[in-house]
């Protein structure tokens, strides 16, 4: 059965620094990853969507990788707002259709 | 993209009543959909799938004659909470594929 898993769980960084968000997953036969956000009480936005035989998507300050033979991926946040403040959660699609969630890393921008 | 929604947006019921969601893909068809529990604080956790013409799918440890799922049509999904507790208290979404999962935009259930 997928694991996916989310580090760190939470994080807390000053305006204006980049960060990475790290996602790894046990089954590596996987249809593609996307990375999601949450705000409080909300539903899910999807960010970026990389399909297994892509290695990365980018969109704006956002760019996310796929290793998908190690079973990484990562979401990299160029220059931080306060604006990004939200859960990222990280999921992955298996060939069944069968999606499966990380736990989510929780970020917190400060001004 | 393809649109998704989920109604009621909210929800507050009574200890042992039962509470249906629905699920609807708006602009697209879809055999297939699936409903997913989010507890405060934690991830979603794939409950069901939801199967058109034919019965659901449940995950293990998920009860399937407290979780009724109905796939009525190629556009619509309905999962009712039967005799509903306080424990089922909940944020549920549902999503429905095309191309890519597409999610609703999710119903809290708030059981008193």
């Known amino acids: 059965k997928q694991e996916v898993t989310q580090i760190p769980a939470a994080l807390s960084v000053p305006e204006g620094e980049n960060l990475v968000l790290n996602c790894s997953f046990t089954d590596s036969a996987i249809y593609n990853l996307q990375w999601f956000r949450q705000d409080p009480g909300k539903g899910l936005t999807s960010l970026l969507l990389i399909q297994s035989s892509q290695r990365e998507q980018t969109s704006g300050r956002l760019n996310a990788s796929l290793d998908k033979s190690s079973g990484r991926s990562t979401l990299y946040i160029a220059a931080s707002q306060p604006g990004d403040s939200a859960t990222y959660l990280c999921?992955?699609?298996?060939?069944?259709?069968?999606?499966?969630f990380g736990a989510g890393t929780r970020l917190t921008v400060k001004p | 993209g393809a649109v998704v929604s989920q109604h009621p947006s909210r929800v507050i019921c009574k200890s042992g009543t039962s509470v249906k969601i629905e699920c609807r893909s708006l602009?697209?068809?879809?055999?297939?959909m699936f409903w997913y529990r989010q507890f405060p604080k934690q991830s979603l956790m794939l409950m069901a799938t939801?199967?058109?013409?034919?019965?659901?799918?449940?995950e293990q440890g998920v009860e399937k004659d407290k979780f009724l799922i109905n796939h009525a049509s190629l556009t619509l999904s309905t999962l009712t909470v039967t005799s509903a507790h306080p424990e089922d208290s909940s944020f549920y979404i549902c999503?429905?594929?095309?191309?890519?999962?597409?999610f609703g935009p999710g119903t809290r259930l708030t059981v008193l």
């Open positions: 939801s199967n058109e013409g034919s019965k659901a799918t449940y």
């Open positions: 999921a992955v699609l298996g060939n069944n259709n069968d999606m499966r």
């Open positions: 999503s429905a594929p095309r191309g890519q999962q597409f």
């Open positions: 602009d697209f068809q879809a055999t297939t």
